[in-house]
């Protein structure tokens, strides 16, 4: 180590242990590098060819950003971090692929308070493998370390991704019909939402997040770990299937605020739908949580996805061709409601969200056992 950096390490930041993580993350980020990527691993700035858009008559580019929210914490906690990046992935790129986009790249953000380089590696790997799974090029990331703000263990993950649409294959609110049907796909878990509350559920209770839970046949730890489902690369190959072109008029990745917030953002004014609880039957670990926090499962349709990952809007005349092609690309698929544009009185409705002036939603009846 020289001299200056053996000054910075005595201020807790350690430079040789950065560049230690980054030779142990360098194989999985490069496995997600196709031809368009320029320059490999270790540049000030991530390249990608962007001529390998002239083929497109009009391409619009698609761009998101987010984070794993406090499920980080329990990560922590049990000293497990090679699923976190693939919730990251997910919160990111499944954003993209609503609109219809194709990821094409991403980077990543770790802030940390010391930097322990299998732990990082492991965090990246996972956000390659990821970034791999949805045919993303990881180009670039941070890795800053932030002793005194951050503790020696603690962490917090951020990325973000560029992808691209035709102009006239993006999908948006402006599709949707009178008629449409709303196809629901299954969630893995509890994706990377309402971790606050669930931590708060197990702190009431005493539970660590050790603990073996009977229920959930794994430590809690372990099973609220369960990463976020992928549903880009399903959805992508769908939406090419010439057999159903123009079928799928809109998307909606259920996250931050919940089943019937996210819907209401991706309907035009004036369409509504009810979505009926009996479709599906909530997970066991909603199910579990609810129970312990005292809570039920309709006053936590604002917290949690209860099981459901995405939403498609859909030709009500193809909905089945549809729900099949995504069933056959690994994604369990059901039927949840049918839009409307019939005028009616909102009352109970959730209308549009984070700004968007959109359609109405509300769920009704009761779950399926």
């Known amino acids: 180590m020289s001299e200056n950096a053996s000054i910075y390490a005595q201020s807790g930041v350690d430079t040789?242990?950065?560049?230690?993580?980054?030779?142990?993350?360098?194989?999985?980020?490069?496995?997600?590098?196709?031809?368009?990527?320029?320059?490999?691993?270790?540049?000030?700035?991530?390249?990608?060819?962007?001529?390998?858009?002239?083929?497109?008559?009009?391409?619009?580019?698609?761009?998101?950003?987010?984070?794993?929210?406090?499920?980080?914490?329990i990560a922590q906690a049990i000293d497990k971090h090679d699923t976190i990046g693939q919730d990251l992935v997910a919160m990111v790129v499944d954003d993209i692929v609503v609109v219809g986009a194709k990821p094409l790249f991403m980077t990543d953000y770790i802030a940390c308070?010391?930097?322990?380089?299998?732990?990082?590696?492991?965090?990246?790997?996972?956000?390659?493998?990821?970034?791999?799974?949805?045919?993303?090029?990881?180009?670039?990331?941070?890795t800053a370390e932030h002793p005194g703000l951050l503790g020696p263990d603690d962490y917090d993950v951020a990325g973000a991704a560029t992808g691209v649409v035709e102009a006239d294959k993006m999908l948006s609110p402006e599709l949707v019909r009178d008629g449409d049907v709303v196809l629901a796909m299954a969630a893995s878990g509890l994706h990377s939402n309402g971790f606050s509350l669930v931590r708060h559920i197990l702190s009431e209770r005493g539970i660590g997040y050790g603990q073996h839970s009977a229920e959930l046949g794994a430590s809690y730890g372990e099973a609220l770990l369960e990463p976020t489902a992928l549903y880009t690369s399903p959805?992508?190959?769908?939406?090419?299937?010439?057999?159903?072109?123009?079928?799928?008029?809109?998307?909606?990745?259920?996250?931050g605020g919940g089943i019937a917030a996210n819907l209401a953002r991706v309907l035009p004014q004036g369409a509504w739908v009810e979505v009926e609880r009996a479709s599906w039957s909530p997970l066991p670990v909603f199910r579990h949580l609810a129970e312990l926090g005292g809570h039920t499962l309709e006053s936590l349709e604002s917290a949690w996805n209860l099981g459901i990952g995405m939403f498609a809007v859909v030709d009500g005349a193809r909905a089945p061709q549809v729900a099949a092609a995504l069933t056959a690309q690994g994604l369990e698929t059901w039927v949840a409601g049918e839009i409307s544009t019939a005028a009616r009185?909102?009352?109970?409705?959730?209308?549009?969200?984070?700004?968007?002036?959109?359609?109405a939603v509300r769920l009704v009846g009761a779950y399926a056992s």
């Open 113 to 142: 308070g010391k930097v322990v380089p299998q732990r990082i590696a492991d965090i990246v790997r996972g956000i390659a493998e990821a970034c791999e799974a949805t045919g993303t090029a990881l180009v670039g990331g941070e």
């Open 235 to 255: 959805l992508l190959r769908v939406l090419e299937d010439p057999a159903l072109d123009g079928a799928i008029h809109a998307l909606s990745h259920v996250t």
């Open 16 to 73: 040789e242990a950065g560049d230690l993580a980054v030779e142990l993350m360098k194989s999985a980020v490069s496995r997600t590098h196709g031809p368009e990527v320029i320059g490999g691993v270790g540049g000030f700035a991530g390249l990608f060819d962007a001529s390998a858009l002239t083929g497109y008559k009009r391409p619009l580019l698609a761009s998101s950003t987010d984070g794993v929210g406090t499920k980080v914490a």
């Open 345 to 359: 009185d909102f009352a109970g409705f959730e209308q549009g969200a984070k700004g968007v002036d959109g359609g």
